[in-house]
Protein backbone atom coordinates (compact mmCIF):
# COMPACT_ATOMS: atom_id res chain seq x y z
CA UNK A 1 0.00 0.00 0.00
CA UNK A 2 1.11 3.53 -0.57
CA UNK A 3 1.79 6.37 2.00
CA UNK A 4 -0.10 9.10 3.66
CA UNK A 5 -1.55 11.81 0.50
CA UNK A 6 -2.71 15.13 1.70
CA UNK A 7 -4.50 18.26 -0.23
CA UNK A 8 -7.49 20.62 0.48
CA UNK A 9 -11.59 19.31 0.14
CA UNK A 10 -13.77 20.53 -2.40
CA UNK A 11 -17.07 19.63 -1.26
CA UNK A 12 -20.12 18.98 -3.08
CA UNK A 13 -23.89 17.23 -2.22
CA UNK A 14 -25.87 14.10 -3.32
CA UNK A 15 -25.76 12.27 -6.56
CA UNK A 16 -22.88 13.80 -8.87
CA UNK A 17 -23.96 12.34 -11.68
CA UNK A 18 -21.00 11.52 -14.02
CA UNK A 19 -22.64 14.31 -16.91
CA UNK A 20 -21.74 17.14 -14.94
CA UNK A 21 -18.45 15.46 -13.81
CA UNK A 22 -17.57 14.92 -17.35
CA UNK A 23 -20.36 16.60 -20.46
CA UNK A 24 -20.82 14.22 -22.83
CA UNK A 25 -19.64 17.04 -25.12
CA UNK A 26 -16.32 16.25 -24.23
CA UNK A 27 -16.32 12.37 -24.88
CA UNK A 28 -14.96 12.43 -28.23
CA UNK A 29 -11.60 11.76 -26.49
CA UNK A 30 -10.44 9.35 -23.61
CA UNK A 31 -7.03 11.34 -22.84
CA UNK A 32 -6.88 11.73 -19.49
CA UNK A 33 -5.30 15.38 -19.23
CA UNK A 34 -7.83 16.45 -22.04
CA UNK A 35 -10.85 15.19 -20.39
CA UNK A 36 -9.39 16.47 -17.15
CA UNK A 37 -9.77 20.01 -18.57
CA UNK A 38 -13.26 19.99 -18.10
CA UNK A 39 -13.67 17.91 -15.03
CA UNK A 40 -17.18 18.97 -13.25
CA UNK A 41 -17.45 22.12 -15.17
CA UNK A 42 -21.42 21.93 -15.19
CA UNK A 43 -21.86 21.72 -11.37
CA UNK A 44 -19.10 24.46 -10.20
CA UNK A 45 -17.10 25.64 -13.79
CA UNK A 46 -14.03 27.39 -12.24
CA UNK A 47 -13.16 23.73 -10.41
CA UNK A 48 -10.32 23.26 -12.07
CA UNK A 49 -8.65 26.59 -12.33
CA UNK A 50 -9.44 26.86 -8.63
CA UNK A 51 -8.11 23.32 -7.24
CA UNK A 52 -4.38 22.57 -6.66
CA UNK A 53 -2.90 18.88 -7.85
CA UNK A 54 -3.70 16.71 -4.81
CA UNK A 55 -6.88 18.02 -3.89
CA UNK A 56 -9.86 16.01 -3.48
CA UNK A 57 -13.56 16.00 -3.93
CA UNK A 58 -15.98 15.22 -1.20
CA UNK A 59 -19.13 14.28 -1.47
CA UNK A 60 -22.39 12.94 -0.30
CA UNK A 61 -24.68 9.90 -1.43
CA UNK A 62 -24.50 8.35 -4.80
CA UNK A 63 -21.61 9.98 -6.10
CA UNK A 64 -20.81 9.21 -10.25
CA UNK A 65 -24.67 8.11 -10.52
CA UNK A 66 -25.51 7.90 -14.58
CA UNK A 67 -23.72 6.85 -17.22
CA UNK A 68 -21.24 4.00 -17.46
CA UNK A 69 -18.42 6.63 -18.91
CA UNK A 70 -15.21 5.13 -17.40
CA UNK A 71 -14.31 9.33 -18.65
CA UNK A 72 -15.48 10.47 -15.18
CA UNK A 73 -13.06 8.93 -13.06
CA UNK A 74 -10.29 9.50 -15.61
CA UNK A 75 -11.52 13.25 -15.34
CA UNK A 76 -11.09 13.06 -12.11
CA UNK A 77 -7.35 12.00 -11.73
CA UNK A 78 -6.57 14.12 -15.47
CA UNK A 79 -7.43 17.25 -13.26
CA UNK A 80 -5.20 16.24 -10.57
CA UNK A 81 -7.39 14.61 -7.80
CA UNK A 82 -5.99 12.52 -5.25
CA UNK A 83 -8.89 10.87 -4.20
CA UNK A 84 -12.97 11.03 -3.86
CA UNK A 85 -14.67 10.65 -0.31
CA UNK A 86 -18.31 10.21 -0.48
CA UNK A 87 -21.03 8.63 1.69
CA UNK A 88 -21.72 6.27 -1.03
CA UNK A 89 -20.94 5.31 -4.51
CA UNK A 90 -23.01 4.92 -7.72
CA UNK A 91 -22.13 1.51 -8.85
CA UNK A 92 -20.51 1.56 -12.25
CA UNK A 93 -18.05 4.34 -11.01
CA UNK A 94 -17.22 2.08 -8.29
CA UNK A 95 -16.31 -0.63 -10.18
CA UNK A 96 -14.58 2.23 -12.86
CA UNK A 97 -12.76 3.95 -10.15
CA UNK A 98 -11.04 0.61 -8.99
CA UNK A 99 -10.44 -0.43 -12.88
CA UNK A 100 -8.39 3.35 -13.62
CA UNK A 101 -7.09 3.28 -10.38
CA UNK A 102 -8.89 6.24 -8.87
CA UNK A 103 -8.65 6.35 -4.76
CA UNK A 104 -12.19 6.50 -3.85
CA UNK A 105 -12.98 6.19 0.20
CA UNK A 106 -16.75 5.31 1.30
CA UNK A 107 -17.49 6.90 4.57
CA UNK A 108 -20.28 8.72 5.41
CA UNK A 109 -19.27 10.20 8.67
CA UNK A 110 -16.20 11.43 6.98
CA UNK A 111 -18.15 13.12 4.02
CA UNK A 112 -20.43 14.94 6.39
CA UNK A 113 -17.70 16.11 8.28
CA UNK A 114 -15.69 17.38 5.92
CA UNK A 115 -16.41 21.15 4.07
CA UNK A 116 -14.36 22.85 1.30
CA UNK A 117 -11.31 24.12 2.50
CA UNK A 118 -10.08 21.87 4.69
CA UNK A 119 -6.87 20.20 5.19
CA UNK A 120 -7.73 16.37 4.44
CA UNK A 121 -4.75 13.15 5.04
CA UNK A 122 -5.62 10.03 3.53
CA UNK A 123 -3.78 6.98 5.02
CA UNK A 124 -4.30 4.21 2.76
CA UNK A 125 -2.58 1.55 4.80
CA UNK A 126 -4.04 2.47 8.30
CA UNK A 127 -7.12 3.05 6.46
CA UNK A 128 -8.13 6.35 8.09
CA UNK A 129 -9.09 9.85 6.72
CA UNK A 130 -7.95 12.53 8.69
CA UNK A 131 -10.23 15.91 9.21
CA UNK A 132 -7.04 18.03 9.85
CA UNK A 133 -8.31 21.18 9.91
CA UNK A 134 -11.88 20.14 12.03
CA UNK A 135 -9.16 17.54 14.00
CA UNK A 136 -11.09 14.51 13.54
CA UNK A 137 -10.26 10.98 12.43
CA UNK A 138 -12.31 8.42 10.48
CA UNK A 139 -12.26 4.80 9.76
CA UNK A 140 -12.83 3.79 6.41
CA UNK A 141 -13.93 0.05 6.44
CA UNK A 142 -11.85 -1.95 3.47
CA UNK A 143 -12.25 -3.25 0.50
CA UNK A 144 -13.97 -6.49 -0.03
CA UNK A 145 -10.82 -8.93 -0.06
CA UNK A 146 -11.54 -9.95 -3.39
CA UNK A 147 -11.21 -6.22 -4.71
CA UNK A 148 -8.18 -6.24 -2.05
CA UNK A 149 -7.07 -8.62 -4.65
CA UNK A 150 -7.64 -6.85 -7.81
CA UNK A 151 -6.14 -3.83 -6.27
CA UNK A 152 -3.15 -5.39 -5.10
CA UNK A 153 -2.27 -6.93 -8.69
CA UNK A 154 -2.92 -3.38 -9.60
CA UNK A 155 -6.18 -3.51 -11.43
CA UNK A 156 -8.26 -4.95 -13.80
CA UNK A 157 -5.56 -4.34 -16.85
CA UNK A 158 -2.65 -6.62 -15.01
CA UNK A 159 -5.24 -9.12 -13.37
CA UNK A 160 -6.62 -9.94 -16.26
CA UNK A 161 -3.20 -10.11 -18.48
CA UNK A 162 -2.05 -12.67 -15.67
CA UNK A 163 -5.39 -14.71 -16.01
CA UNK A 164 -4.27 -14.61 -20.19
CA UNK A 165 -0.87 -16.02 -19.42
CA UNK A 166 -1.95 -18.71 -16.69
CA UNK A 167 -4.77 -19.93 -19.27
CA UNK A 168 -1.60 -19.88 -21.99
CA UNK A 169 0.31 -22.38 -19.90
CA UNK A 170 -2.57 -24.62 -19.05
CA UNK A 171 -2.80 -25.22 -22.81
CA UNK B 1 -34.58 -19.41 1.04
CA UNK B 2 -35.25 -19.60 -2.00
CA UNK B 3 -33.49 -17.36 -5.02
CA UNK B 4 -34.56 -14.27 -6.52
CA UNK B 5 -34.59 -14.44 -10.53
CA UNK B 6 -30.75 -12.49 -10.37
CA UNK B 7 -29.33 -14.92 -7.81
CA UNK B 8 -31.02 -18.04 -10.17
CA UNK B 9 -28.66 -16.64 -13.02
CA UNK B 10 -25.92 -16.00 -11.91
CA UNK B 11 -25.71 -18.99 -9.88
CA UNK B 12 -26.23 -20.78 -13.47
CA UNK B 13 -23.36 -18.83 -14.96
CA UNK B 14 -21.15 -20.01 -12.12
CA UNK B 15 -19.35 -22.95 -10.18
CA UNK B 16 -20.12 -20.66 -7.05
CA UNK B 17 -23.23 -20.95 -4.93
CA UNK B 18 -24.28 -17.47 -5.68
CA UNK B 19 -25.53 -16.89 -2.52
CA UNK B 20 -26.70 -12.79 -1.84
CA UNK B 21 -23.66 -10.52 -1.16
CA UNK B 22 -21.21 -13.46 -2.73
CA UNK B 23 -18.82 -11.80 -5.35
CA UNK B 24 -18.83 -14.30 -7.93
CA UNK B 25 -16.84 -14.89 -11.13
CA UNK B 26 -19.32 -15.76 -13.92
CA UNK B 27 -19.12 -16.89 -18.07
CA UNK B 28 -20.49 -13.69 -19.62
CA UNK B 29 -23.53 -14.90 -22.90
CA UNK B 30 -22.78 -11.24 -24.94
CA UNK B 31 -20.70 -8.60 -24.24
CA UNK B 32 -21.01 -4.86 -26.53
CA UNK B 33 -19.95 -1.50 -26.53
CA UNK B 34 -21.00 1.46 -28.63
CA UNK B 35 -18.73 4.61 -30.32
CA UNK B 36 -18.04 6.53 -26.74
CA UNK B 37 -16.51 3.46 -24.88
CA UNK B 38 -15.52 1.09 -27.83
CA UNK B 39 -12.45 2.64 -28.65
CA UNK B 40 -10.92 2.86 -25.16
CA UNK B 41 -12.36 -0.61 -24.34
CA UNK B 42 -10.27 -1.47 -27.83
CA UNK B 43 -7.08 -0.32 -26.43
CA UNK B 44 -7.53 -1.75 -22.68
CA UNK B 45 -7.69 -4.85 -24.55
CA UNK B 46 -4.44 -4.77 -26.59
CA UNK B 47 -2.81 -3.22 -22.73
CA UNK B 48 -3.86 -6.42 -21.62
CA UNK B 49 -2.11 -8.42 -23.91
CA UNK B 50 -5.36 -9.72 -25.29
CA UNK B 51 -5.17 -11.35 -28.64
CA UNK B 52 -8.95 -12.51 -29.71
CA UNK B 53 -12.26 -11.91 -27.72
CA UNK B 54 -14.06 -14.71 -26.57
CA UNK B 55 -16.16 -15.30 -29.20
CA UNK B 56 -16.57 -13.49 -32.29
CA UNK B 57 -20.44 -14.15 -32.85
CA UNK B 58 -20.81 -13.19 -28.49
CA UNK B 59 -19.33 -9.68 -28.93
CA UNK B 60 -20.36 -6.69 -30.45
CA UNK B 61 -19.25 -2.93 -31.65
CA UNK B 62 -22.68 -0.62 -32.50
CA UNK B 63 -21.65 3.15 -33.62
CA UNK B 64 -24.94 4.69 -32.06
CA UNK B 65 -24.35 7.53 -29.97
CA UNK B 66 -23.04 10.36 -32.75
CA UNK B 67 -24.49 8.58 -35.49
CA UNK B 68 -23.84 9.48 -38.28
CA UNK B 69 -20.44 11.23 -37.08
CA UNK B 70 -21.23 14.65 -35.70
CA UNK B 71 -17.51 16.19 -36.41
CA UNK B 72 -14.05 14.85 -37.07
CA UNK B 73 -13.15 13.71 -33.03
CA UNK B 74 -16.43 11.66 -33.37
CA UNK B 75 -15.55 10.21 -36.92
CA UNK B 76 -12.06 9.46 -35.36
CA UNK B 77 -13.21 7.44 -32.53
CA UNK B 78 -16.11 5.83 -34.02
CA UNK B 79 -13.08 4.50 -36.85
CA UNK B 80 -11.07 2.84 -33.88
CA UNK B 81 -13.73 0.79 -32.55
CA UNK B 82 -14.67 0.02 -36.34
CA UNK B 83 -10.69 -1.07 -36.99
CA UNK B 84 -10.97 -3.02 -33.66
CA UNK B 85 -14.24 -4.68 -34.48
CA UNK B 86 -13.73 -5.66 -38.54
CA UNK B 87 -9.82 -7.01 -37.36
CA UNK B 88 -11.68 -9.41 -34.24
CA UNK B 89 -14.34 -10.59 -36.82
CA UNK B 90 -16.80 -9.24 -34.42
CA UNK B 91 -20.88 -8.43 -34.72
CA UNK B 92 -20.44 -4.89 -36.18
CA UNK B 93 -23.36 -2.94 -37.91
CA UNK B 94 -22.68 -0.11 -39.77
CA UNK B 95 -24.50 3.27 -39.79
CA UNK B 96 -27.98 2.90 -41.88
CA UNK B 97 -28.34 -0.92 -40.34
CA UNK B 98 -27.38 0.17 -36.62
CA UNK B 99 -29.71 1.06 -33.93
CA UNK B 100 -29.42 2.02 -30.66
CA UNK B 101 -28.05 -0.79 -28.68
CA UNK B 102 -30.62 -1.21 -26.05
CA UNK B 103 -33.31 -0.99 -29.26
CA UNK B 104 -31.61 -3.07 -31.64
CA UNK B 105 -29.86 -6.12 -29.60
CA UNK B 106 -33.14 -7.47 -28.46
CA UNK B 107 -34.70 -6.81 -31.76
CA UNK B 108 -31.79 -8.85 -33.66
CA UNK B 109 -32.23 -11.56 -30.95
CA UNK B 110 -28.67 -11.32 -28.75
CA UNK B 111 -30.37 -10.53 -25.93
CA UNK B 112 -32.06 -13.55 -24.49
CA UNK B 113 -33.78 -15.19 -20.92
CA UNK B 114 -31.53 -16.53 -18.63
CA UNK B 115 -28.91 -14.83 -20.13
CA UNK B 116 -25.89 -12.90 -18.91
CA UNK B 117 -25.21 -9.60 -20.90
CA UNK B 118 -22.28 -6.74 -20.19
CA UNK B 119 -22.56 -3.61 -22.13
CA UNK B 120 -20.25 -0.85 -21.69
CA UNK B 121 -23.51 1.62 -21.25
CA UNK B 122 -25.21 2.23 -18.04
CA UNK B 123 -28.94 1.38 -20.25
CA UNK B 124 -27.94 -1.99 -20.75
CA UNK B 125 -30.32 -2.83 -17.81
CA UNK B 126 -32.91 -2.50 -20.61
CA UNK B 127 -32.17 -6.45 -21.50
CA UNK B 128 -33.75 -7.44 -18.15
CA UNK B 129 -37.18 -6.76 -19.71
CA UNK B 130 -36.16 -10.22 -21.41
CA UNK B 131 -35.53 -11.70 -18.01
CA UNK B 132 -31.66 -11.43 -18.95
CA UNK B 133 -29.49 -10.47 -16.04
CA UNK B 134 -27.96 -7.51 -18.37
CA UNK B 135 -26.01 -5.12 -16.50
CA UNK B 136 -23.67 -1.99 -17.63
CA UNK B 137 -20.30 -0.93 -16.85
CA UNK B 138 -16.88 0.84 -17.82
CA UNK B 139 -14.87 0.48 -20.92
CA UNK B 140 -12.31 -1.63 -19.07
CA UNK B 141 -14.50 -4.22 -17.43
CA UNK B 142 -15.87 -4.60 -20.90
CA UNK B 143 -12.38 -5.14 -22.43
CA UNK B 144 -11.98 -7.49 -19.68
CA UNK B 145 -15.10 -9.14 -20.43
CA UNK B 146 -14.15 -9.31 -24.49
CA UNK B 147 -10.64 -11.03 -23.31
CA UNK B 148 -12.30 -13.45 -20.48
CA UNK B 149 -15.32 -14.46 -21.29
CA UNK B 150 -16.09 -13.93 -17.55
CA UNK B 151 -16.49 -11.00 -14.80
CA UNK B 152 -16.85 -10.64 -11.51
CA UNK B 153 -20.51 -9.99 -10.38
CA UNK B 154 -21.93 -9.27 -6.66
CA UNK B 155 -24.90 -11.29 -5.88
CA UNK B 156 -27.38 -8.06 -5.18
CA UNK B 157 -30.30 -7.94 -2.86
CA UNK B 158 -33.61 -7.44 -4.75
CA UNK B 159 -36.26 -5.07 -4.86
CA UNK B 160 -39.57 -7.05 -5.92
CA UNK B 161 -42.12 -4.21 -7.91
CA UNK B 162 -46.07 -5.37 -8.48
CA UNK B 163 -48.64 -3.49 -10.23
CA UNK B 164 -51.85 -4.53 -9.32
CA UNK B 165 -55.39 -3.95 -11.00
CA UNK B 166 -56.05 -2.80 -14.96
CA UNK B 167 -54.29 -0.91 -16.25
CA UNK B 168 -55.59 2.30 -18.36
CA UNK B 169 -54.40 3.03 -21.59
CA UNK B 170 -52.66 6.43 -20.43
CA UNK B 171 -50.74 4.91 -18.32
CA UNK B 172 -47.46 3.74 -20.31
CA UNK B 173 -44.18 1.62 -19.25
CA UNK B 174 -42.82 5.40 -18.62
CA UNK B 175 -45.68 6.09 -15.82
CA UNK B 176 -44.45 2.76 -14.39
CA UNK B 177 -40.88 3.03 -13.94
CA UNK B 178 -41.31 7.29 -13.31
CA UNK B 179 -43.64 6.36 -10.61
CA UNK B 180 -41.45 3.94 -8.82
CA UNK B 181 -38.47 6.00 -9.00
CA UNK B 182 -40.42 9.02 -7.66
CA UNK B 183 -41.12 6.27 -4.68
CA UNK B 184 -37.54 5.32 -4.02
CA UNK B 185 -35.37 7.77 -5.06
CA UNK B 186 -32.24 7.88 -7.44
CA UNK B 187 -30.32 5.80 -4.80
CA UNK B 188 -33.31 3.70 -3.66
CA UNK B 189 -32.16 0.44 -5.63
CA UNK B 190 -28.28 1.13 -5.71
CA UNK B 191 -26.68 -1.96 -5.25
CA UNK B 192 -29.31 -4.10 -5.87
CA UNK B 193 -31.47 -5.69 -8.30
CA UNK B 194 -35.37 -5.32 -9.58
CA UNK B 195 -37.32 -7.53 -10.38
CA UNK B 196 -40.87 -7.20 -11.91
CA UNK B 197 -43.66 -9.76 -11.45
CA UNK B 198 -47.24 -10.65 -10.79
CA UNK B 199 -50.74 -10.08 -12.66
CA UNK B 200 -50.50 -5.88 -13.54
CA UNK B 201 -47.74 -6.60 -15.78
CA UNK B 202 -49.47 -9.91 -17.76
CA UNK B 203 -51.14 -8.26 -20.35
CA UNK B 204 -48.18 -4.98 -20.83
CA UNK B 205 -46.83 -5.28 -24.47
CA UNK B 206 -42.81 -5.82 -24.28
CA UNK B 207 -41.85 -2.24 -25.42
CA UNK B 208 -43.32 -0.77 -22.20
CA UNK B 209 -41.61 -3.69 -20.49
CA UNK B 210 -38.14 -2.31 -22.40
CA UNK B 211 -38.59 1.17 -21.23
CA UNK B 212 -38.99 0.05 -17.66
CA UNK B 213 -36.03 -2.19 -17.29
CA UNK B 214 -33.89 0.86 -19.16
CA UNK B 215 -34.29 3.19 -16.31
CA UNK B 216 -33.61 0.30 -13.33
CA UNK B 217 -30.26 2.30 -13.77
CA UNK B 218 -31.63 6.07 -12.84
CA UNK B 219 -33.35 4.35 -9.20
CA UNK B 220 -29.32 3.45 -9.10
CA UNK B 221 -30.24 -1.11 -9.39
CA UNK B 222 -27.39 -3.06 -10.91
CA UNK B 223 -30.59 -3.92 -13.55
CA UNK B 224 -34.04 -4.64 -13.41
CA UNK B 225 -35.70 -7.68 -14.15
CA UNK B 226 -38.98 -9.26 -15.62
CA UNK B 227 -40.11 -12.45 -14.69
CA UNK B 228 -40.16 -14.53 -18.23
CA UNK B 229 -44.04 -15.25 -19.31
CA UNK B 230 -45.64 -16.10 -22.47
CA UNK B 231 -45.00 -12.22 -24.16
CA UNK B 232 -41.25 -12.80 -23.24
CA UNK B 233 -41.03 -15.80 -24.66
CA UNK B 234 -43.06 -15.33 -28.06
CA UNK B 235 -40.62 -12.09 -28.53
CA UNK B 236 -37.29 -14.28 -27.48
CA UNK B 237 -38.33 -17.29 -29.59
CA UNK B 238 -39.23 -15.38 -33.00
CA UNK B 239 -36.02 -13.55 -33.19
CA UNK B 240 -33.46 -15.99 -31.17
CA UNK B 241 -29.81 -15.81 -32.54
CA UNK B 242 -28.62 -18.45 -30.50
CA UNK B 243 -30.24 -21.07 -28.00
CA UNK B 244 -31.50 -20.02 -24.33
CA UNK B 245 -32.90 -21.26 -21.33
CA UNK B 246 -34.98 -18.78 -19.40
CA UNK B 247 -35.04 -18.72 -15.28
CA UNK B 248 -37.13 -18.29 -12.91
CA UNK B 249 -37.15 -16.98 -9.04
CA UNK B 250 -38.10 -19.55 -6.91
CA UNK B 251 -41.56 -19.40 -5.09
CA UNK B 252 -40.10 -18.54 -1.60
CA UNK B 253 -37.41 -16.25 -2.34
CA UNK B 254 -36.23 -13.78 -0.18
CA UNK B 255 -36.51 -9.85 -1.04
CA UNK B 256 -35.66 -7.21 0.36
CA UNK B 257 -39.26 -5.62 0.65
CA UNK B 258 -41.68 -5.82 -2.23
CA UNK B 259 -43.28 -2.30 -3.71
CA UNK B 260 -46.67 -2.64 -4.86
CA UNK B 261 -48.67 0.28 -7.44
CA UNK B 262 -52.43 0.00 -7.77
CA UNK B 263 -53.16 1.14 -11.31
CA UNK B 264 -56.54 2.92 -10.41
CA UNK B 265 -54.18 5.16 -8.43
CA UNK B 266 -51.71 5.74 -11.10
CA UNK B 267 -51.50 9.29 -13.29
CA UNK B 268 -49.59 9.83 -16.23
CA UNK B 269 -46.25 11.86 -14.35
CA UNK B 270 -43.48 13.47 -15.07
CA UNK B 271 -40.04 13.83 -13.94
CA UNK B 272 -39.49 17.49 -13.43
CA UNK B 273 -35.80 19.35 -13.43
CA UNK B 274 -32.74 18.08 -12.58
CA UNK B 275 -33.52 14.54 -11.31
CA UNK B 276 -35.33 11.52 -12.21
CA UNK B 277 -36.89 11.01 -9.27
CA UNK B 278 -38.55 14.68 -9.05
CA UNK B 279 -41.81 12.83 -10.17
CA UNK B 280 -44.99 14.73 -9.75
CA UNK B 281 -48.36 13.90 -11.53
CA UNK B 282 -48.39 16.01 -15.21
CA UNK B 283 -51.61 17.73 -14.04
CA UNK B 284 -49.98 19.22 -10.87
CA UNK B 285 -47.06 20.59 -13.00
CA UNK B 286 -48.07 23.87 -13.48
CA UNK B 287 -48.05 23.25 -17.00
CA UNK B 288 -44.98 24.52 -18.22
CA UNK B 289 -44.09 26.14 -21.41
CA UNK B 290 -41.70 24.73 -23.59
CA UNK B 291 -39.21 24.97 -26.30
CA UNK B 292 -38.55 21.66 -27.72
CA UNK B 293 -39.96 18.05 -27.56
CA UNK B 294 -37.91 14.82 -28.23
CA UNK B 295 -39.68 11.43 -28.49
CA UNK B 296 -37.01 8.83 -28.76
CA UNK B 297 -33.99 7.22 -26.92
CA UNK B 298 -33.24 3.75 -25.56
CA UNK B 299 -36.18 4.59 -23.43
CA UNK B 300 -38.77 5.55 -25.64
CA UNK B 301 -37.87 5.01 -29.59
CA UNK B 302 -40.05 1.46 -29.81
CA UNK B 303 -42.89 1.02 -32.14
CA UNK B 304 -45.34 1.60 -28.93
CA UNK B 305 -43.55 4.61 -28.46
CA UNK B 306 -43.42 5.79 -31.80
CA UNK B 307 -47.37 4.43 -32.47
CA UNK B 308 -48.43 6.14 -29.25
CA UNK B 309 -47.14 9.66 -30.37
CA UNK B 310 -48.31 9.64 -34.04
CA UNK B 311 -51.86 8.79 -33.24
CA UNK B 312 -52.08 12.06 -30.77
CA UNK B 313 -50.38 14.34 -33.16
CA UNK B 314 -52.57 12.79 -36.16
CA UNK B 315 -53.99 15.62 -37.70
CA UNK B 316 -52.66 18.35 -35.30
CA UNK B 317 -50.07 20.89 -35.17
CA UNK B 318 -46.74 21.17 -33.14
CA UNK B 319 -47.19 24.41 -31.70
CA UNK B 320 -46.13 27.71 -32.87
CA UNK B 321 -42.27 28.47 -31.12
CA UNK B 322 -41.77 24.28 -30.46
CA UNK B 323 -39.59 21.89 -32.28
CA UNK B 324 -40.06 18.64 -32.10
CA UNK B 325 -37.64 16.15 -33.00
CA UNK B 326 -38.37 12.05 -33.52
CA UNK B 327 -36.19 9.84 -33.27
CA UNK B 328 -37.20 6.29 -33.79
CA UNK B 329 -34.05 3.85 -32.13
CA UNK B 330 -33.86 1.40 -35.09
CA UNK B 331 -34.44 0.89 -38.30
CA UNK B 332 -37.20 -1.87 -37.97
CA UNK B 333 -39.07 1.01 -35.62
CA UNK B 334 -38.48 3.38 -38.97
CA UNK B 335 -39.66 0.79 -41.67
CA UNK B 336 -42.52 -0.46 -39.60
CA UNK B 337 -43.51 3.53 -38.97
CA UNK B 338 -42.61 4.74 -42.48
CA UNK B 339 -45.34 1.88 -43.76
CA UNK B 340 -48.16 2.59 -41.02
CA UNK B 341 -47.57 5.96 -42.23
CA UNK B 342 -46.41 7.76 -38.51
CA UNK B 343 -43.25 9.80 -40.43
CA UNK B 344 -45.56 11.67 -42.71
CA UNK B 345 -48.12 11.95 -39.80
CA UNK B 346 -45.11 13.56 -37.74
CA UNK B 347 -43.71 15.60 -40.98
CA UNK B 348 -47.07 17.35 -41.97
CA UNK B 349 -47.70 18.53 -38.08
CA UNK B 350 -44.12 20.15 -37.95
CA UNK B 351 -42.16 17.46 -36.37
CA UNK B 352 -38.32 16.57 -37.41
CA UNK B 353 -37.75 12.55 -38.12
CA UNK B 354 -34.30 11.85 -37.70
CA UNK B 355 -31.88 8.75 -38.72
CA UNK B 356 -32.01 6.31 -35.54
CA UNK B 357 -29.24 8.01 -33.08
CA UNK B 358 -28.63 8.34 -29.13
CA UNK B 359 -28.35 12.05 -30.50
CA UNK B 360 -30.02 14.20 -28.00
CA UNK B 361 -30.59 12.05 -25.69
CA UNK B 362 -26.92 12.83 -24.15
CA UNK B 363 -26.36 16.22 -25.40
CA UNK B 364 -24.80 14.52 -28.57
CA UNK B 365 -25.94 16.27 -31.68
CA UNK B 366 -29.48 16.37 -33.43
CA UNK B 367 -31.17 19.27 -30.93
CA UNK B 368 -29.08 20.77 -28.48
CA UNK B 369 -31.01 22.91 -26.07
CA UNK B 370 -29.73 26.63 -25.47
CA UNK B 371 -29.19 28.25 -21.78
CA UNK B 372 -33.01 29.17 -20.55
CA UNK B 373 -34.80 26.83 -22.80
CA UNK B 374 -36.98 23.60 -21.68
CA UNK B 375 -37.67 20.36 -23.11
CA UNK B 376 -40.17 17.35 -22.92
CA UNK B 377 -38.31 14.27 -23.08
CA UNK B 378 -39.20 10.96 -23.56
CA UNK B 379 -35.29 10.18 -22.70
CA UNK B 380 -34.50 8.39 -19.41
CA UNK B 381 -32.08 11.40 -17.54
CA UNK B 382 -32.67 15.25 -16.52
CA UNK B 383 -30.13 16.05 -15.07
CA UNK B 384 -28.30 19.51 -15.60
CA UNK B 385 -26.78 19.84 -19.33
CA UNK B 386 -27.73 16.45 -20.02
CA UNK B 387 -29.14 17.77 -23.31
CA UNK B 388 -26.81 20.91 -23.88
CA UNK B 389 -27.06 24.28 -21.55
CA UNK B 390 -26.07 23.66 -18.68
CA UNK B 391 -28.98 26.07 -18.27
CA UNK B 392 -31.27 24.33 -20.15
CA UNK B 393 -34.39 22.15 -18.47
CA UNK B 394 -35.52 18.95 -19.15
CA UNK B 395 -38.97 17.30 -17.97
CA UNK B 396 -39.01 13.59 -18.62
CA UNK B 397 -41.87 11.62 -19.53
CA UNK B 398 -43.99 9.56 -21.75
CA UNK B 399 -44.48 9.78 -25.39
CA UNK B 400 -47.97 10.68 -25.36
CA UNK B 401 -47.41 13.34 -22.83
CA UNK B 402 -44.59 14.51 -24.76
CA UNK B 403 -46.96 14.52 -27.82
CA UNK B 404 -49.93 15.69 -26.51
CA UNK B 405 -46.86 18.60 -25.28
CA UNK B 406 -45.83 19.59 -28.46
CA UNK B 407 -49.75 20.25 -29.82
CA UNK B 408 -50.22 22.40 -27.05
CA UNK B 409 -46.77 24.26 -26.38
CA UNK B 410 -46.77 23.50 -22.21
CA UNK B 411 -46.56 20.30 -20.63
CA UNK B 412 -49.92 18.59 -21.13
CA UNK B 413 -51.66 15.49 -19.23
CA UNK B 414 -52.35 13.48 -22.29
CA UNK B 415 -55.46 13.07 -21.13
CA UNK B 416 -56.42 17.10 -21.37
CA UNK B 417 -56.16 16.67 -25.25
CA UNK B 418 -57.33 13.46 -25.77
CA UNK B 419 -60.72 11.61 -25.77
CA UNK B 420 -61.86 8.38 -24.03
CA UNK B 421 -62.40 6.94 -27.12
CA UNK B 422 -58.87 7.91 -28.59
CA UNK B 423 -57.15 5.95 -25.50
CA UNK B 424 -59.67 2.89 -26.45
CA UNK B 425 -57.92 2.98 -30.31
CA UNK B 426 -54.55 3.03 -28.62
CA UNK B 427 -54.99 -0.23 -27.13
CA UNK B 428 -55.96 -1.65 -30.48
CA UNK B 429 -59.73 -2.27 -28.67
Same mark, same amino acid.
Given at each position: M??????KA??Y?????TD??????????S?E?E????C???I???FV?K????????????????S?R???P??I????????????????F????????????E??E?????E?G???????S???I???????????????????D????????????R????????? | ???T??????A???S??????E???????????????????A????????????????????????????????A????????????Q????????R?????????E????L????????????C???????L??G???????A????GE???????T??V???G?????????????????? &?????????AL????E?????P?D???????????????T????????T?????????R????????R??????????????????A????????V??????????????? &???????????I?A???????????D????I???A???????A??K??????????A??????C?????G???I????ER?VS??????????G????????A????AA??????R???????????????????
Amino acid at each position: MSSTFSGKAWKYGDHIDTDVIIPARHLVSSNESELGKHCMEDIDKDFVHKMSRGDMIVAGENFGCGSSREHAPLAIKGAGCSCVIAASFARIFYRNSINVGLPILECPEAAASIETGDEVVIDPSGGTIENRTKGKTFKVAPFSPFLQDLIRQGGLIPYVRRRLEERGKSE | MGRTLVSAIIAAHSSQEAMEGEICQVKVDFAFANDITGAPAAASFLEMGAEKVFDPQRCAFLPDHFTPNKDIASAEQTKNGREFAKKQGMLYWEVGRVGIEHAFLPEQGYILPGDIIIGADSHTCTGGALGALSTGVGSTDLAAVWALGETWLKVPPTIRVEFKGKRPSWITGKDMILSLIGR &ISVQGARYMALEFGGEGIEDLPMDDRFTIANMAVEAGAKTGLFVPDGKTLEYARSRAARSFTPLYPDRDASYVRTEIFDFEEMTPVAAMPHSPDNVKPVRECGSPEIDQVF &IGACTNGRLRDIEAAAKMMEGKKVADGVRCIVIPASYEVYNAAMDKGYLRTFTEAGAVVCTPTCGPCLGGHMGILAAGERCVSTSNRNFVGRMGSPKSELILASPLTAAASAVTGRLTDPRDVASAEFFNTLEGK
